[in-house]
């Protein structure tokens, strides 16, 4: 069983950053993929960013060039830096582990989600 807590939400202006953080704990960390997806009011569940168990990333078309994903497999922690903010970016952010085999999820974990307000 792994848990993910997310922290690092909060509100910001528009055109500010801020740095999400998803601490994991109860697996092997290194061999997860990661990913922060996100979910508006009204909306379904999106995903922001992926990054691979090797390193390998990928970005929603919406956030390129704005969000870095990051992983430090030594402190089991994945990142999701983002700047230049907008109001649309406003959102629970989730974080996601999932272990895949020959590329089927064998099985996938969710964090309880952080506040992310964007003000105009």
């Known amino acids: 069983q792994v848990q993910l807590v997310e922290s690092g939400g909060g509100l910001v202006q528009a055109g500010g950053s801020l740095r999400l953080s998803c601490a994991a704990s109860g697996g092997i960390f290194r061999n997860y993929a990661m990913g922060w997806y996100r979910q508006a009011p009204g909306k379904q569940r999106e995903l922001v960013a992926g990054i691979t168990s090797g390193g390998s990333t990928n970005y929603a078309d919406s956030v390129k060039g704005r969000f870095t994903i990051s992983r430090d497999n030594a402190k089991n922690t994945v990142y999701l830096r983002m700047n230049s903010l907008k109001p649309e970016d406003t959102a629970v952010y989730y974080c996601?582990?999932?272990?895949?085999?020959?590329?089927?999820?064998?099985?996938?974990?969710w964090g309880q989600g952080t506040q992310v307000t964007v003000s105009s």
């Open positions: 996601n582990a999932r272990f895949e085999v020959e590329g089927v999820i064998r099985t996938q974990y």
